[in-house]
């Protein structure tokens, strides 16, 4: 079965670009039948869906969030990315990629947390 | 924007009790209404989807029910692994999805 897992530096600086990676395995993140998503959760919190892209490389992205999120797919390295620009300290958070059937997050990496601070 | 509101935000039970939990959207949102289990430091899990239907998996004492604005998630004898925190999460107005707040099941 299909698992993912996070991967990216725990500390970012204030006004920088947060990257983080997806790493999919147990299945082709090409094979169609899922879209790939990033939540956040900042800790004590609840959740916060960032955005999805498909293997076609089209993209949904949170509105309050749109300006600033870029993601995309590297299907040869079965792997998907989150890009968050000039963050700030409510960027932190814990960063979890999915894979989505029917708007559902179904299957969730462990999450990573990133840390906004100088 | 759809907004989902979870009551209570925190519950204590004991185990074998049988326990709700309310989500209500603010729009009619169909039957496009998901719930998550979290424990603490983990990644969510699916529960229940499209209202009432189990996930592959996940024990029968969990059920949902319901459509429109209103949805419950009710287990039917707590267990001491039910102990976590639950979420709702509307998958009607795509592409955005979004969550309740969370409730917090506590053991009394």
């Known amino acids: 079965q299909v698992q993912l897992q996070e991967s990216g530096p725990g500390l970012v600086k204030p006004s920088q670009t947060l990257s983080l990676t997806c790493t999919v395995s147990g299945g082709s993140i090409s094979s169609g039948s899922y879209y790939w998503s990033w939540i956040r959760q900042p800790a004590g919190k609840g959740l916060e869906w960032i955005g999805r892209?498909?293997?076609?490389?089209?993209?949904n992205y949170n509105p309050s969030l749109k300006s600033r999120v870029t993601i995309s797919v590297d299907t040869s390295k079965n792997q998907f990315s989150l890009k968050l620009s000039s963050v700030t300290a409510a960027d932190t958070a814990v960063y979890y990629c999915a894979s989505e059937i029917a708007a559902r997050p179904i299957r969730w990496g462990q999450g990573t947390l990133v840390t906004v601070s100088s | 924007d759809i907004q989902m509101t979870q009551s209570p935000s925190s519950l204590s039970a004991s185990v074998g009790d049988r326990v709700t939990i309310t989500c209500r959207a603010s729009q009619s949102i169909s039957s496009y209404l998901n719930w998550y289990q979290q424990k603490p430091g983990k990644a969510p899990k699916l529960l229940i989807y499209a209202a009432s239907s189990l996930q592959s998996g996940v024990p029968s004492r969990f059920s949902g029910s319901g459509s429109g604005t209103d949805f419950t998630l009710t287990i039917s004898s707590l267990q001491p692994e039910d102990f976590a925190t639950y979420y709702c999460?509307?998958?009607?107005?795509?592409?955005?999805?979004?969550f309740g707040q969370g409730t917090r099941l506590e053991i009394k």
């Open positions: 999460q509307q998958s009607y107005s795509t592409p955005s999805i979004t």
């Open positions: 892209i498909y293997t076609s490389g089209s993209t």
